[in-house]
Each structure stands twice: as C-alpha cells, then as structure tokens.
C-alpha cells in the first residue's frame, strides 16, 4: 500500500480522534476490576471512581464547532453477555462509566455500535450493548484478513462431528451467539448440567459460539471427548478451511464438572476454533480492527489519529507499531524504515500493571521513539517521570501528533 504524506490539507476531513482500548486492567483500572465490582471482594472507592470516569467523560464529550472529534471503541476479551453484565453491575452501584461508541468482543471478533435508544445509565435497559447492535459492515471488511471463514458453516460441521463421537455424547448449546447464558430455561451450563439425569451429567460436549469468529468446545474434567475432539481440525482443514485450532489447559472459561464425580467442578480444558489469517498476525485479533482504522486514514489523508491502547501479551499484536506497516521491518534503523513509521497516524500505549513485559516494552520504547517523538507511550502510577493514567497518556499522544500534524493540531485547539 502507498502511504500517504502526514501532511494532507484536508481539513474538512481532519482532527479526529480514534480511541482503541483494551479494557480489563486498561480502560477499566485494575483497582476497580471484576472481583472488586462484580464480586464485591474489596471495598469500592466510588469517590475515586467517578472522579477517574466524569473526567474521562468530559475528554470524550468535548466538540470542536458542534462535531464530535474523539471516538472511543473498547476491545474486550469477554463476550457480549459477560461485558454486558459486568456494565450492569455497575450500573446497580449507582455509578456509570462512558458508554464506548463501539465494543468489540473475544479479542478481534465482532463489532457493536452504540445504541441510539435512551443512555443505558439513566434508563432501565437491560443490557448496554444488544446482539441487533452488531455492525455487519465491520463483518464484512475483515474479509479483508479472514482466510476461508464461515463461523456459522464451521458450527454445523462440528456439531456433525460431535454426533458421530463415540458414546453418543450430548450436546449442550445456549440459543445465543453471544453469550454463555441461555441454556435450557435461560440457566447457566453449570445449572443445565446440575438438572440432567445423572446418567448424563458427565457424557455432554458444550459448544459456544461467540459471534462470528469463536467456537468454543468444553466437556467434563477426565472425558476423553477432548482428545477425540482434536481430530476436527484435519477434518475442517480437509474440507478447505483455513482455522487456528487450539486447546487451552485450564481455562477459566470452561467452569465444568469433573467425571469422577459431577458434583466437583473446576478449571477444565477448552477447544477454542478461530480463524486464520493473512498477514503477519496470523489469528483474528484486536489488531485487525486497528489497522483497519489506520489504513482507512492513510488511504484518505484525513490528518485523523489512532491511539491503542492496552496491558498485556493478549495487546501486543495491537500495540506493535511496526505491525501496521506492510512490509517486514528487518532493520529499524534505515531512513526508509524510519519514515514509513513515522507517517503512521497511529500511537500506541501500554498501561504497566506488572513486570512481566519489561523487557518487550523497552524494546518498542528504544525503536518506536527514536526521534523523540512519543509513539509508543507506557503508563505507571509508580514512575515519577511517566504518565499515571490512561487518559494523561491520551493527552500526551495528541499533543505529541499535533506537533507532528499541523492540520490535526489546528481541529484539535
């Protein structure tokens, strides 16, 4: 693809703002995670949390002539229910937090656009995001990277494979795409599992499709239903499907009981079916819907800026600049190299919760900052000389790309 000039006089096209977030331990900061306002594990500092939010709203809220100049999407490794209830939650704590312009769920896959039906925090409706909110379009341009993928063709394939498993197993599936609720009179897989006759409670395979682009296979602790299972990937390769087939030991989505004894319910091990893809990251990932941002402005040369923004592994692909140019970045150090990084409307930051990525982050820092400009930005609360916060860390990537972009500093005064 060619890049375009930074420096396009466009602007009636220029100014905006495109928030990636992560969401869990990024936008969402670790003090008010899921135990502390799901579970209720520690105390709550509401003070601290409205203060950290309300500000965070007036950033997202401020126009320039009337137009809305920042758009916030949040990527989230949980599906549409788990998210959804975990906003309810907050929302039955009396708080509210700003609700995203659009959510994307399991790490890459499907998009929802925010609702024009009353706000969620000052109506009574029940979910903040609702399955009709998804964005077929977003669907559709990821074709752009998804290789052979039909996650609904793949479904009934492997619902087919499950029937012909030895010992006849029973299938269990919510009525939902998104989502782990709604098995059988709306209970959880834990609770349908409980009612079967006894029988039956350890000879079940539950199958959970996310959307378009995650299926997801679990069976009790100790069946052997889970190695059999492995012998779908060769059967959906042969019939031409390009897949990321993976087995995930101990997987804290897959809750289920043990065959030993069906009363006994711990961490088992999931089958997680994906698709793959083109390019150099090779699985549906956050990045994706990134670097459709990035690439939408280049092609345009709208002056707009993509910020991403994450703290974890699960994050990398997307904060990894050089990712977003397409060629294979063998040295960093050649001018061509150079300028193709820094006509990237794109900056990216990392929240440091922990220590495990030190040397990873470093790594982008040296490489990514090599002019002083501040691409790739890192956040610690524990750092006199870093930001603090996500949202000063926001302000420091405009403010940095502003004195890069004259035309997205003159929408952004």
Known sequence: MKIAPINQNLPFMAGEVKILSDFDGTFMPDEFNHDVICNGSKPLDKDA??????????????????????????????????????????????????????LIVVNGGDEFIK???????????????????????????????????????????VKAFISRLSGCPMLIEPPTHQGMYGYRGDMTL??????????????????????????????????????????????????????VFQTKEHNGETFVNSVSDN?????????????????????????????LMVDEIMQKGSNDLVIVCGDG??????????????????????????TKIQNLPLRSIFIRNNSSLDDTISKFEQIYNFDGHKRFIVVDKNDETKPHTLLEAIKIAKEDYSSQNPEFKRNNQ
Not at 59 to 85: A, C, H, M, P, Q
């Open 49 to 102: 949390f409205n203060s950290y939010f309300d500000e965070f709203q007036r950033f997202l809220s401020s126009t320039d002539d009337g137009k809305k100049t920042t758009e916030l999407t949040i990527s989230t490794g949980r599906n549409l229910s788990e998210f959804n209830y975990y906003m309810k939650k907050i929302k039955d704590r009396g708080l509210r937090i700003p609700v995203p312009d659009k």
């Open 115 to 157: 609702s024009k039906k009353p706000d969620f925090f000052s109506s009574d409706r029940e979910d903040m995001f609702e399955e009709s909110d998804i964005n077929l379009k977003k669907q559709k341009q990821l074709r752009r990277f998804v290789i052979n993928w039909d996650g609904f063709k793949i479904k009934d394939r």
């Open 190 to 243: 834990q609770e349908d599992v409980q009612a079967l006759p006894d029988e039956d409670k350890t000879n079940y395979i539950s199958l959970r499709q996310d959307g378009n682009s995650l299926i997801r296979l679990t069976a009790p602790v100790g069946s052997a239903y889970i190695e059999e299972l492995k012998g779908l990937k060769d059967e959906l390769e042969q019939e031409g499907y390009k897949i």
């Open 263 to 291: 009363s006994n319910w711990q961490l088992g091990t999931s089958i997680e079916i994906k698709p793959e893809t083109r390019g150099k990251v090779k699985k549906l990932d956050k990045f994706h819907h990134a670097k």
């Open 313 to 338: 592994r699960n994050d990398l692909n997307m904060l990894s600049i050089e990712n977003y140019l397409d060629t294979d970045v063998s040295d960093y150090s050649t001018e061509s190299t150079k």
